[in-house]
């Protein structure tokens, strides 16, 4: 009998570009080390090319295959790997496109996101939080809540009928959004329900009740 694959998710003590995959894991009901590092550990290993091959997190190390496999770099592909692995990556090419559209346009919220989060004057802070919610990310958050109501009226999920990685992306999104700037969730009732939703998942709820409390 052929042994089951085991899985090292190492990251740091944040949600960040991690979260995605534990989030996918949690969905996908599979065990997995949760290895978080501070930023002096990671030091120690960032010169180890079978721990962190970039010099960067997060990486996932599996083991248990058939053939060897190398650690995997980079947040997104990590992403999909698992999205592939755990069948939530739609049932043909067309719904895999949708699933990468909604994906990308997480990216680009987080592009913004991650600027404010790391600008340190606070007047500018703040300016970039009003610009964020008034105008830049105004398109894609009423296209993605555009796209949710296509496919199910608002009331599923983004790509088919069960949940998918966009889902998760999106979820993902929600949570960082909603929770340091809540005036959007009154601006985006769509997005704000689906969050909801995904929140009182079983699998997504219990992953929430016991992840450690982090500010991003």
């Known amino acids: 009998m052929p042994t089951q694959p085991t899985y090292e998710l190492i990251y740091f003590t944040a949600r960040g570009g991690g979260e995605i995959s534990r989030l996918l894991f949690a ?4 065990e997995f080390k ?3 590092l ?5 030091k120690a290993v ?7 091959p970039l010099g960067q997190l997060p990486v996932l190390i599996v083991k248990g295959t058939a053939t060897p496999f190398p650690p995997i770099p980079q947040s997104h592909a990590i992403e999909r790997y698992l999205a592939r692995k755990f069948d939530m990556y739609g049932k043909n090419i067309e719904e895999a496109t949708r699933i990468d559209v909604a994906c990308e346009c997480v990216v680009e919220i987080f592009t913004h996101i991650v600027k404010m989060f ?4 606070d007047a500018k802070k703040k300016e970039l939080g009003k610009s964020f919610v008034e105008k830049d990310s105004k398109t894609v958050l009423t296209a993605m809540c555009n796209a949710l109501k296509k496919n199910s009226g608002g009331k599923g999920f983004f790509v088919g009928d069960k949940m998918t990685l966009a889902d998760i992306a999106v979820f993902h999104m929600t949570e960082a959004i909603f929770g340091s700037m809540p005036p959007l ?7 704000k329900d689906f969050s909801d939703r995904m929140r009182a998942e079983p699998k997504i709820a219990a992953w929430i009740k016991k992840r450690p409390v982090t500010q991003f």
Not at 46 to 52: F, H, N, P, S
Request: proline share 3%; net charge negative.
């Open 118 to 121: 790391f600008e340190k004057d």
């Open 46 to 52: 960032k010169g180890d090319v079978t721990r962190a």
């Open 38 to 42: 501070t930023q002096d550990e990671f």
């Open 34 to 36: 949760d290895t978080r």
């Open 185 to 191: 969730a009154a601006m985006y009732p769509a997005l």
């Open 27 to 30: 969905q996908a009901g599979v």
